[in-house]
């Protein structure tokens, strides 16, 4: 069992849990995953490491509320246990002086793009941040992104704070200035990880993204996590999670995330009912 | 001499019709009378031929003479003091080819059925509740990590602790038992017999430490520069296996690994009670004729299929599966497709397989593997619909561990070079065996590479 040492909201639906977790923390590296278990009859979730103290020998995770796991998960309190916490799992991020690096982080991955950032900047990257969320309610962590970049731009979908627009669109700006862009790294949801491989495509910049399929064992043993990725299949967990994003067969990516939509429905109404009839009592 | 007795005592099973629909176990065991009828039948031959057949050399027909004494409590401590998981042997060795291969009965054509007599041994100890544990020695002072909770790493760890070792077991899921958990289904091996053979181990001392991926959360290096005097890999053959054609990655197609890791480790056949879903179709192709293909093929008539293929590329005397779960599959109206293999994958704009394009295959001239080869017949392409695959071929070693162990040769498919007799690998204080060693074959070998292994590393350790 591991303790959940601390649990913060970051916004209404995103949430931050630090969980007791010593030999996790002795080897955790920017862009490592764990495999997640909420109760005993739970389903095996990765989700990224976003930060951890080995000290401490701790291990952060920010989650969004999606589905009936995370839900699950986000109903738990200091204090609280959770069953399964296996990793660090997944090739870290490959970090080296690149010389300027931009990291895209999109929803709750921001979270995730600052240990990459900060690696980026140890090693010598000049170090361009761009984080992007639907309105003004749901940014986190700006603060802690800007103290590990040396620029920072900001986007809402709808304009509420800072620039209106996606990601994308300051991306390109910077494809297209006078800047030579090494790499760009990009995080979040996989359209936002797809739109930002196209929109670096034709300028040649080398694109790194984290991809998010199902998984279940999360070390190689079932190909759930199965992806394409110039043209051979690759095994998410233990070949990535990082991927050539000019590389990656992204509509078969999006075919097999939907692979369980109807269970994941039915999952969450009975998960619902159970928790309206648990608060009336 | 008495006259030999050939009336070899069937096993009680569920009904065909009825257990395809439900995960309770298919085998019901025997009853005391048919246990005692069928112990009285074995001629405690003095050549013990069943002894030569069975990889651990248990005791055969002194257990047997327990049980047909009444003495079970006996029978329980001659089975154990060679093999410490019975309740799990009795269930899915291939006795056919061991020990009932080899019954001087087996001859006449009515071997004494030693599996099912060992399950109703171990069974009998279950239903009274205590089990008796053995003597432990006194402590060593040594440490071993066993990684891998599968019966050649269960086997190893008991065996060490036994001789007064203080032994982890560092297993990468979240329960101990190896295929036995994951991969043999609930209606073969009922996973509440697993876990009290898990906790027998445990109660011998050995402490088992779950979600510990080695490679990752702990390399090898690690363990044996923390304490640990010697490290035993019992890590298993645990990567699936494709077939490479056009189509695979469909959603829809499964490893036999996924498919019966979600219905039987993560309990899918029971969702949404359990959280962890799985889509087993109408029309389910398993590709493969192993246990594993077996497997698969009858989780899918209980998940609910209509209609079940085995497709195979050679004929049913080269199916790998144990006859006894054949006969089973067949009896609960699974389709062997022989002679079949399939060429590519068609799926719908959703994304989803909805067909598998086959070749018609012929038998050739024998292969490296003594079968005889499959050949394509030229033109004879047809296709099958289906909504769901399960690609049942096989499975080689994850490379976790090997890639980030210095020192550790590993063959050309991946298996760690390990000596046969001792388990030793080229590694220093690092012992392997089961199907890491052996690529995928049985719970019975696993078992008896776990005890050589157990045995080499005590006496490497006293020495
Ligand atoms: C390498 C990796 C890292 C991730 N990191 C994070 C993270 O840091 N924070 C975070 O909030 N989310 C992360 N995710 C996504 C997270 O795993 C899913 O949101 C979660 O599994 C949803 O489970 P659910 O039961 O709450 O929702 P469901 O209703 O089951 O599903 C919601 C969505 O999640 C996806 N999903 C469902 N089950 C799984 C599964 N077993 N494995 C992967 N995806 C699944 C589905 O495609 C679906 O679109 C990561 C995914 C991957 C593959
Ligand atoms: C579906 C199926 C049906 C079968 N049916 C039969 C049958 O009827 N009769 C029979 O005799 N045999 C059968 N077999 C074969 C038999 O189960 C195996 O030969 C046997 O389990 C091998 O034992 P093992 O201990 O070597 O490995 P496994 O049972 O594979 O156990 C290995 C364990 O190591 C763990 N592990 C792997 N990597 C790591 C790591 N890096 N760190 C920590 N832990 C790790 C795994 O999670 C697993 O728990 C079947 C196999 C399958 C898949
Ligand atoms: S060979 Fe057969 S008959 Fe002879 S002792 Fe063994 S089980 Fe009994
Ligand atoms: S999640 Fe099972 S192989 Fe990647």
Known sequence: MYK????????????????????????AQAGQFVIVRVDEKGERIPLTIADWDR???????????????????????????????????????????????????????????????????????????????????LLFWEDRLGSVSDSLIVTTDDGSYARKGVVTEPLKELLESNEKIDRVIAIGPTVMMKFCSLTTQPFGVKTIVSLNPIMVDGTGMCGCCRVEVGGETKFTCVDGPDFDGHQVDWDLLFARQRIYLDEEKRSLEMWEQLSKSGSEK | MPKLDLNRISMPKQEPLVRAKNFNEVALGYTAEMALAEASRCILCPKRACVDGCPVEVDIPEFIDAVRQGNMRDAVRILKSKNSLPGICGRVCPQETQCEETCSLAKKGAPIAIGRLERYVA???????????????????RRIAVVGSGP????????????????TIFEALHIAGGVLMYGI?????????????????????????????????????????????????????????????????????????????????????????????????????????????????????????????????????????????KENAKEEGII???????????????????????????????????RRRPIVKPGSEFTIDVDTVVVALGTTPNPLVSKTTKDLEVTRRGTVVADEETGKTTKPGVWAGGDIVTGAATVISAMGAGKRAAASIDETLRG
């Open chain 2, 152 to 167: 050649a790493g269960l086997t190893a760890a008991a065996d060490l602790a036994k001789l007064g070792h203080e032994v």
């Open chain 1, 55 to 137: 000290e401490e020998g701790s291990i952060t995770i920010v989650v969004m509320a999606v589905g009936a796991t995370t839900r699950k998960l986000a109903q738990l309190e200091a204090g609280d246990y959770i069953p399964t916490f296996a990793g660090p799992l997944g090739l870290p991020t490959h970090i080296e002086k690149f010389g300027t690096v931009v990291c895209v982080g999109g929803g709750f991955a921001v979270a995730t793009i600052v240990p990459i950032a900060r690696a980026l900047k140890e090693a010598g990257n000049k170090v361009i941040s761009i984080m992007g969320a639907r309105n003004k309610d």
């Open chain 2, 185 to 325: 289904p609930e209606f073969r091996m009922p996973k509440h017999i697993v876990q009290t053979e898990v906790d027998y181990v445990r109660s011998l001392g050995v402490e088992v430490r779950l979600d510990s991926v080695v490679g990752k959360t702990f390399t090898v290096d690690d363990l044996l520069g923390n304490g640990y005097n010697a490290v035993f890999l019992g890590i298993g053959a645990g990567a699936p296996m494709f077939l490479n054609i056009p189509g695979e990655n469909l959603n829809g197609i499964y490893s036999a690994n996924e498919f019966l890791t979600r219905t039987n480790l993560m309990k899918a056949y029971l969702f949404p009670e359990y959280d962890t879903p799985i889509k087993a179709g109408r029309r389910v192709a398993v590709i493969g004729a192993g246990n594993v293909a077996m497997d698969g093929a009858r989780c899918s008539l209980r998940l609910g299929a209509e209609e079940v293929y085995i497709v195979y590329r050679r004929s049913e005397a080269e199916m790998p599966a144990r006859l006894e779960e």
């Open chain 2, 336 to 370: 062997f497709k022989l002679l079949t293999n399939p060429k590519q994958f068609f799926g719908n704009d959703q994304g989803w397989v909805t067909g598998m394009e086959c070749y018609q295959m012929e038998l050739g001239e024998p292969d490296d593997s003594g």
């Open chain 2, 123 to 141: 069974d009998w100890e279950l239903a009274q509740g205590e089990m008796e544990k053995p003597e432990i020695a006194k402590p060593t002072g």
């Open chain 1, 4 to 27: 959940i040492l601390l649990r913060e909201d970051l916004v209404p639906s995103i949430h931050l849990f630090k969980i007791e977790a010593p030999a996790v923390a002795s080897k």
